[in-house]
């Protein structure tokens, strides 16, 4: 501790020590702030403040964070030193002599331990105390304990909280909380049951977790601050990382703190090592391990404890009074404060919060403080007495109950009386109470009960307490505490809490405001689909501010390109093109008004809006599997939007690029593809038809797509193969013919067409059935399975005819034939052309085009004709006629390759062309590492065996050819010098066809290269590309066999569909005859300019009674369907054992919770038997002292007879009590901080309130706002009411009596047409009210009458001049209801108010008089806010108007 004034003087040769890694830079040194109050330098660091944000969209590295941490707190945040030493009557614990700050001199700088002359003698804080910047920041490292962080500062006990807050969210990068939880109690150890201590913890922390709060304590290592860190170091340690951020911070005395010189260090701490060492700390206190942050308070003084709850109070008042905005909804930030065990200085906490709103949570059974109030806290107040508060604390405060002197037990019972008076904010945790067995339910419930007693307005007191549960996430709370009888929810007030449930993706709130009535067709609008897309997550692919008609590009994108636009796109544009770009999606979209884009004309509507559709959408592409599936479960085309859904997700997943996320992106794409496939299972069974209608149905809300459209875009193989769709694509092979003809019969009528109007070909439809019928044929050639056979049996004779030219009749000049095969060939481009152009749909030549060169087979098709076009331009120049063969001959190889896809059709040759496919992407990856063994060995038997080698074939023969045939066994006889025959190659290389020798030996001509060498490295080539390459070929090819062989039947099935669609599309006619019907399409589209059409048993658009019967049907099955997985959810095993798990719990924890009941009414029964016998014993000892005395006693000595102590432990729930009388003494006038000033009353308990009464001790302060009038009147008249703990006039204008007047103006509530409404069988009334300036609560229009006036001057200030006259007569004509005394908090001994209340009640809504009325309040003060006030008990007014207010209602029999 010696070192703590070296350190405050920053010193170089000190900074080493403190700080080695900063050394002793001089242009390090903190810099001084001329202004600390308007903290300057807040504006200046912003740039790197929204840098060093936890979230921020560009992160920085630590080290920049630390260098503007560095750089701003020094600026903005102070500590206090003193400066001048005054020595102290008191010693140090070590017996050294201390200056009255607590220091030791040796501790000060050097100039404040000289004597100096200007400063006097005595020792003031306020002057010899000075600010300076702020030495210990940083992050603390308590060292031992693992790899525990945390981040400190120490303050100035004068800092503003502002700074401190914009410290913690700004630089300490911490969210804003959605709730506040204030722990206070007891500063040392204490000892909790052990089943109370989990319970606490537990539900602390779950609190804390679930809500996103943060948690104040003192943040020393004792008491109630020890037991929160081990309850947030317990949850830390049995979650995740990512659940177990908890924030808890520590507002602790850096004067208490033990060994904190380890933080001092004035270009920060990163990190500042702490000890935690309990055994030597003293009077002080070590930091708690478990906490996150600290914010340390300095007033300059050492172990002086308390120096932290000033700025703490501010600290907390300061934040609940911010607002949070998250998903649309913005709150206060609620406070709780939630108290275990304390002592005095508790107390003082709980009052003050309490006076200031804030609510209280009491731990019963913790102890001291809690105990006492928890004992009392069911009482009526006027049975609180100092007898009973005495008799509590001698209970529970066994060690320090003789310091409490008669004083302090009246100032408690008096604050307790408050306390308990405000029942609305304190709740009472007992262990074991019916719907409090977990402490977070406790400290939500107290809140929610005091928000419903805060200054809300009729139904944004419930608004206030939904989107409070929303922020916490806690729709158990929102289900018992908000959606209850006592409030009818209407569907629209829920719209702005189920936007912000939807973008904060809390799908419990969403599936819960569903099921209280809001409807998606009212709640998405386009404005509400816009917004929603602004506040998509960062991490989404629409993370931007873009327009409805950008997302409906990207959308088109990823569903495929058979869906049309789902959002319109502008017609005037009035900004310039933008150009979005997108992962592989790079769109140009232009920029419009959303209002001018989006007004729906009186006729039409140009679009379709689905809201179901449009909300599925915008969950899916965030890949919210809860949510969506809430939504999905709405849709009502759920097939369609399930298959979208998988097809949307897939396509996300390939922009990813964290695994993780791709994984859980295509299990969710699975899932949605058997919900698909499930709901259409449903169908298939109860109607095939119906059900093959939904295939082909055009989807207007999913761009105009089918259900099978979209599967096939999405590679749905397991919807696709499904039984019920190849039973439809079946119905479509075959045409109008039934299924069960023999393929031999269809070939047989194709051969010779008279056995059609045989029986041996049947059809389906009726018309069909007649043998002479015409239509038979045309029905038999257009089926899909005929022009297949048919264009086999072609495609057949092209290829002889192709073979027959090129091997037998290939002239100089074409014959017959040849010139047959060209015509053939041009009937085959005019086909592929059709293809190419083929666009029903309407997307044009170039995504046509794009989607013909997707399809392998017609790439091959058109390499093919390419190639065969090149062959003939040679064949038709007599020069390059040969050349012009063999072009064609390599024609015909790619012709021959195309008969593989007539295979498909085939269930047992399909699947073995997609192996082949499979199998040649293994061979390409293969030949790489094949390439990398062939070319090192060649080369090197080139360069060992050959001497520059200069002829390029050659040397490819030797390096490549030579050792790729190595492989299959072909080995060269020279390579190993014992079959070598010089005869067989060129000595020189001159031969042009023999290679060069190998080196030789001039005299013998023997070989003379290595060979042991070149055998060794032949041997080393063969293993490993015979054995070890070639068998891990084979090892590809058979994984790849086995992959494709397990899903055999559904790849066969899912292509199976290419070439039904295929060839449904195509021309009847086989080529070369299909160059008619090219002929009449190019008339009919040409000429008579007919638009392309979809076959209707593919798409086809139903009319909308059809269309909405089939998707009501379809939305009864998905309807069973949900149930179904439900009951098979529960029938599931693992969903048995984790059911009966949780009932043993619960069943555990009844058990638990009855045992300790039982034992608190035994407890309760043996505290009633022994007060009954010592009441006996009492009236015994009474009898025989009257009997002594012949004679019965005087009646005042009578024993009460009543078991007080068994009613005062008897549990009463405050929630369900009811509501007191009225106190029969003013209460406002006895709060303890008069109004308006700094004055304190003198305690005044409920039973010492009449003057009759004898209170020796009453010796109440004086106080006037104007000090000539203190002697006007002597003595002066008492107040009727009683003592009010101060004396003198006060705020009020004369001694005694103050008259006053407040007129009740009230209103019959009404609907909009006009009806009365009721509630509890009760007319409602509606009351004027008025807020004054500079006020910030809602009052009745009066006040205080000045001498000769009628009217109060605030009434004045509402009303115009010139109604004043008429609104008097109307006090005349009202009622009275109150006359004399008035509870207000200005009252003194003194002086106090006197009203007189009149009731102005107007019973007809069309009264002339409250028409003109209203018509004067138009025109008043812009400064004043007067508006209607429904009339209830919860209506945010003075308490002593609620009184008014409450005898109005009697007397009109209004509800209250």
Known sequence: MAARGRRTKVLPSELNKVCPERGDDPATHPRKMSDFEVVPNLQQSSSSVSKSRRKAHFPIGSNEKQENLISWIPENIRKKECTYFVESSQTSDSGRIVCECGYLREQHLEDAAKPPIFLGKEWDPSRHIQERPTDAFGDIHFTGLGQKMGKYVRVSSDTPPRVIYHLMTQHWGLDAPNLLISVTGGAKNFIMKPRLKNIFRQGLVKVAQTTGAWIITGGSHAGVMKQVGEAVRDFILSCSHKEGEIVT???????????????????????????LDEENQGSLSCLDSNHSHFILVDDGTHGRYGVEIPLRTRLEKFISEQTKVKGGVAIKIPIVCVVLEGGPGTLDTIYNAITNGTPCVIVEGSGRVADVIAQVASLPVPKITVALIQKKLSMFFHDTYELFTEGKLVEWT???????????????????????????????????????????????????QLKLAVAWNRVDIARSEIFTDDHEWKPTDLHPVMAAALISNKPEFVKLFLEQGVRLKEFVNWDTLVYLYDNMAPSCLFHSKIQLHHVSQVLRELLGCSTQPLYPKPKHTERPRLSIPVPHIKLNVQGSSLRSLYKRSAGRVTFTMDPVRDLLIWAVVQNRKELAEIIWAQ??????????????????????????TTDDMLALAEQYEQKAIGVFTDCYRKDEERAQKLLTRVSEAWGKTTCLQLALEAKNMNFVSHGGVQAFLTKVWWGKMCVDNGLWRVIACMLFFPLLYTSLITFREK?????????????????PVVIFHMNILSYFTFLLLFAYVLMVDFQPLPSWR??????????????????????????????????????????????AILVFITGLTCRLIPSTLYPGRIVLSLAFIIFCLRLMHIFTVSKTLGPKIIIVKRMMKD?????????????????????ILIHNEERVEWLFRGVVYHSYLTIFGQI?????????????????????????????????????????????????????????????????????????????????????????????????????????????????RGLLRKPARHHKQLKEKLEKNEEAALLSWEMYLKENYLQHQQCQEKQNMEQKIRDIAQRVDVLAELLDLDRVKKTGLVEQRLVSLEEQAHQSAQALRWIMQALQGSGFGSSEDVPPMGSSKASEMREVDLEGKAE???????????????????????????????????????????????????????????????????????????????????????????????????????????????????????????????????????????????????????????TEIHKGYLDDPRNTDNAWVETVAVSVHFDNQNDVEMKRLNSFLQGCDPELCIRWQVLDKRSPLHANHKELLHKVSTLLGAYY
């Open 1220 to 1374: 007191e009388s009225q106190p029969p003494y003013h209460v406002l006038a006895r709060n303890l901080l008069y109004p308006g000033s700094h004055t304190l009353r003198f305690p005044v308990p409920d039973e010492k309130v009449p003057w009759e009464v004898d209170f020796p001790l009453y010796d109440p302060p004086a106080y006037s706002a104007d000090h000539k009038d203190m002697a006007v009147q002597d003595p002066f008249s008492p107040n009727p009411m009683g003592r009010t703990g101060l004396r003198g006039r006060g705020r009020l204008h004369c001694f005694g009596p103050n008259h006053a007047l407040h007129p009740v103006v009230t209103r019959w509530r009404r609907n909009l047409d006009g009806s009365i409404i009721r509630k509890s069988l009760k007319k409602m009334l509606e009351v004027l009210v008025a807020q004054y300036p500079l006020s910030d609560v809602w009052a009745l229009p009066g006040g205080s009458l000045e001498p000769g006036e009628t009217l109060p001057l605030k009434l004045k200030w509402i009303l115009r001049r010139e109604f004043w006259p008429q609104f008097q007569n109307l006090l005349k004509q009202g």
């Open 818 to 863: 040849e010139y047959l095969l060209y015509f053939w060939l041009f009937s085959l481009v005019c086909e592929e052309t059709r293809q190419l152009l083929y666009d029903p749909d309407g997307f044009g030549v170039v995504k046509m085009a794009s989607l013909y060169f997707k399809d392998f087979w017609n790439k091959l098709d058109i390499c």
């Open 767 to 783: 018309r069909l059935q007649p043998m002479g019928c015409l239509t038979r044929l045309r029905a038999f050639f257009t089926a």
């Open 414 to 464: 008096k604050k307790i009386q408050d306390i308990v008076r405000s029942r609305q904010l304190l709740t009472i945790f007992r262990e074991g109470k019916y719907g409090q067995q977990d402490v977070d339910v406790a400290i939500l419930q107290a809140l929610l009960k005091a928000s419903r007693n805060q200054d809300h307005f009729g139904r944004e007191n419930w608004d206030h």
């Open 635 to 660: 849709s009502q085309d759920c097939m369609a939007a399930a298959l979208a859904c998988s097809k949307i997700l897939k396509e996300l997943a390939k922009e990813e690029e964290d695994t993780d």
């Open 923 to 943: 061979v390409f990856f293969f030949l790489f590492l094949l390439a990398v063994w062939v070319v090192s060995f060649g080369v090197a038997k080139q360069a």
């Open 972 to 1084: 060269p006889s020279y390579i190993d010098g014992v079959n070598f025959n010089i005869d067989q190659c060129s000595p020189n290389g001159t031969d042009p066809y023999k290679p060069k020798c190998p080196e030789t030996n001039e005299d013998n001509k023997k070989p003379i290269f290595p060979e042991w060498l070149t055998v060794i490295l032949l041997c080393l080539y063969l293993l490993f590309t015979n054995i070890l390459l070639l068998n891990l070929l084979i090892a590809m090819f058979n994984y790849t066999f086995q992959q494709v062989q397990e899903h055999t039947d559904q790849i066969w099935k899912f292509q199976r569909h290419d070439l039904i669609e295929e060839y449904h599309g195509r021309p009847p006619a086989p080529p070369p005859f299909i160059l008619l019907n090219h002929l009449q399409i190019l008339v009919q």
């Open 249 to 275: 911070i520590g507002i602790a005395t850096w004067g208490t703190v033990y060994n904190r010189e380890s933080l001092i260090c004035p270009m920060g701490g990163f990190p500042a090592e702490y000890v």
